[in-house]
């Protein structure tokens, strides 16, 4: 949808950095020992709340 709204390479930029950005947050919870390695984490929130923030950004 928010490819339509900004363009496909626009939406395309912010999906890749959203998702960057989601392994960054999981990767630091994990070596801050927040998340235990062996705990499956659902990594959609995290790519979703980045998706969010850059596309508050950008506007």
Do not use: H, M, R
């Not at 930029?13 to 630091?28: K, N, Q």
């Amino acid at each position: 949808i928010l490819s339509t709204f900004l363009g496909f390479k626009i939406g395309y930029y912010i999906f890749f950095l959203a998702i960057i950005i989601g392994t960054i947050i999981l990767l630091t919870a994990l070596i801050l020992n927040k998340v235990k390695k062996n705990k499956q984490v659902p990594f959609v929130p995290y790519i979703y709340v980045s998706f969010l923030l850059i596309s508050i950004l950008i506007k």
